[in-house]
């Protein structure tokens, strides 16, 4: 069984920032890839930043140039620097971590932009 738990959400001004964590603990043997999702209200979910195993990452056009995921030292860690926030970048922020081909994910952290 795999855990995934994240924090560092919160409320933050518009222009200000924020760093989210997340980490996974269990069988973990060979984690491939982690990634953040968010889910706005009233909104799909969708993906925000992924990086792989081999280090290369992927953002989405949204958050291209004021957001960046990194891993930490332990390979079981991501981070997301979340910098120059808008409102429409409140929600809920999820992890998601791939075990071999089995998805894992966190309960999730609200992230909440003021204007």
């Known amino acids: 069984q795999v855990q995934v738990v994240e924090s560092g959400g919160g409320l933050v001004q518009a222009g200000g920032s924020l760093r989210l964590s997340c980490a996974a603990s269990?069988?973990?043997?060979?984690?491939?890839?982690m990634a953040w999702y968010r889910r706005a209200p009233g909104k799909q979910r969708e993906l925000v930043a992924l990086?792989?195993?081999?280090?290369?990452?992927n953002y989405a056009d949204s958050v291209k140039g004021r957001f960046t995921i990194s891993r930490g030292n332990a390979k079981n860690t991501v981070y997301l620097q979340m910098n120059s926030l808008k409102p429409e970048d409140t929600a809920t922020y999820y992890c998601?971590?791939?075990?071999?081909?089995?998805?894992?994910w966190g309960q999730g952290t609200q992230v909440t932009v003021s204007s």
């Open positions: 998601n971590t791939l075990v071999a081909v089995v998805q894992y």
């Open positions: 269990g069988s973990i043997f060979s984690i491939n890839a």
């Open positions: 990086i792989t195993s081999g280090g290369s990452t």
